[in-house]
């Protein structure tokens, strides 16, 4: 016995544990990304949004002809007869027909489609306050109604039914993903035991070589240093992998989620144009072609402070910290903006000594740029805004202050979540990003940003960096 086990090469058992290992490793990670690329199929989510968006607009088409048979002159049905068309045109298309025809529901689509050409055939036909008539766009209006309620309800159903399918396949890879650790667990504790008996083995030899023992160990700790440093490498290297994927995940979901309302105003806008540009003045085209290039310049705006957030989620922004004077940055910044809107309602105020700051100054005008053009949208038109720079202990800052709506008490905690916009904020521009992103910057520089504000007399944003006691040798506008 004793000789078979001497004929057994010293390296077969270690090397079986590494295979086993590695089998479990590499099973473990195959499982994994399946489970990351199940968990980006959001085609019902999509779906359902889509006809949602339908069933919502086919009801303010039908409040809109309403509220015109009982005389609000404010309401446009012709607006909301285009809206419900391009969302239908929207369900219309490959992949959403597919995925309707697939549940059993196309014939309602269809239906639903003949409907809405009976709606325009019938407004077309009409002239006048007539073209709206409750008496004659009700019929096909509730009937087209009724099949969106019917879709939505198989959609729902098909949402349920396939994300209860994917727990229960999330459910088993976890089990088996638990399995492969398990596996793991074990071949590293039979290869630590085997670690102990090489080691064990390695004394005596030592002790049977002590002429070479210093040397042996010399050896040995150079071989572990340089395992070390290739360990410590590999980690920041996978640390960076994981941030770019973050980042780019990001990036992806907030485009998605807030490009929809200005693709949707510029779709509906060219669609009108399209449909109606002989019945329009050269006055009232011009006044539509502003409305599409304000979406679209909505849009890159929406674009930049995207990129932005995703970058400080995915850990892409890194400061490059050095002492800048802040009374310089902030008059940098009032005088672009005055030489790019033409405004002179901009006033500052800077403490003596001259604040400096230890800061990234790219980073400090991103923030303060927010702050600013924030406080010239949400305050009157007459009314300046406000600039103060001092320093306070080992803090120097910044406060923007404007003489606007203010903002509710019970909404300025949200103020500083992602997309959040307060109630006063309807019918301004925006993205919801702006304070989100200037604080992110803030502290990543090791300052912070809050507010104050009454509701009827104005807001103070402040931000704070950490102070410089002295002076850099320069401090050039970047």
């Not at 009982?70 to 298309?93: C, F, K, N, Q, T």
């Not at 035991?193 to 150079?222: F, P, Y």
């Not at 980690?235 to 989620?257: C, K, N, P, T």
Request: hydrophobic letters at 40%.
């Amino acid at each position: 016995m004793m000789g078979r086990l001497r004929a057994i090469p010293a390296y077969a058992v270690p090397s079986l544990v590494i295979v086993a290992l590695t089998a479990f490793l590499a099973f473990a990670l195959v499982r994994l990304f399946q489970v990351e690329q199940a968990m980006r199929v959001n085609v019902d989510e999509n779906m359902l949004w889509v006809v949602t968006q339908a069933q919502v607009a086919s009801h303010r088409l039908d409040q809109a002809v309403n509220r015109r048979a009982v005389g609000d002159s404010d309401v446009d049905p012709e607006l909301r007869l285009d809206i419900l068309s391009s969302r239908l045109a929207l369900m219309d298309e490959g992949p959403q027909r597919r995925y309707l025809a697939a549940e059993g529901v196309e014939p309602r689509l269809d239906e639903a489609l003949t409907r809405m050409q009976s709606l325009r055939e019938a407004v077309m036909a009409a002239q006048g306050e007539a073209r709206f008539a409750p008496e004659r766009l009700t019929p096909d209006l509730d009937a087209l109604m009724a099949s969106l309620n019917r879709i939505a309800n198989r959609v729902m159903m098909a949402e349920w039914e396939s994300t209860g399918a994917r727990l229960d396949t999330y459910r088993s890879s976890l089990e088996k993903v638990i399995a492969a650790i398990v596996g793991i667990g074990l071949s590293g504790v039979i290869l630590v035991m085997l670690l102990v008996i090489a080691l064990h083995q390695r004394r005596a030899a030592q002790r049977a070589l002590t002429a070479h023992r210093d040397q042996l160990e010399e050896e040995v700790e150079r071989h572990i240093h340089r395992y070390r440093q290739a360990a410590e490498a590999l980690a920041q290297a996978l640390d960076r992998e994981r941030s770019v994927s973050e980042f780019y995940r990001s990036f992806a979901a907030m485009v998605s989620h807030q490009f929809r309302t200005p693709l949707a105003v510029i779709d509906s806008g060219l669609q009108r144009l399209q449909r109606r540009h002989h019945q329009f003045t050269a006055e009232q085209r011009s006044e539509r072609y502003t409305r599409l290039r304000e979406a679209v310049a909505q849009m890159t705006r929406l674009v930049e402070s995207s990129l932005t957030a995703a970058r400080i989620d995915g850990k892409q922004v890194e400061p490059n910290l050095g002492r800048h004077s802040l009374s310089r940055i902030v008059d940098h910044l009032c005088r672009l903006q005055s030489e790019a809107t033409g405004t002179q309602r901009l006033e500052t105020q800077h403490a003596t000594p001259e604040p400096w700051a230890w800061c990234d100054r790219a980073l400090t005008e991103q923030a303060l740029a927010n702050l600013i053009g924030n406080a010239l949208k949400y305050s009157p038109e007459g009314q300046p805004v406000r600039i103060t720079t001092a320093r306070d202990g080992d803090r120097v800052t910044c406060r923007v202050t404007d003489f606007g709506p203010g903002v509710p008490a019970d909404e300025q905690p949200q103020l500083f979540e992602r997309f959040f916009r307060g109630s006063n904020a309807a019918g301004t521009d925006g993205t919801g990003l702006g304070l989100n992103i200037a604080r992110h910057l803030a502290r990543i520089q090791h300052g912070d940003l809050t507010l104050e504000s009454t509701p009827g007399e104005g807001t103070r944003v402040t931000l704070r960096l950490p102070a410089a006691d002295t002076r850099e040798t320069s401090d050039a506008p970047s």
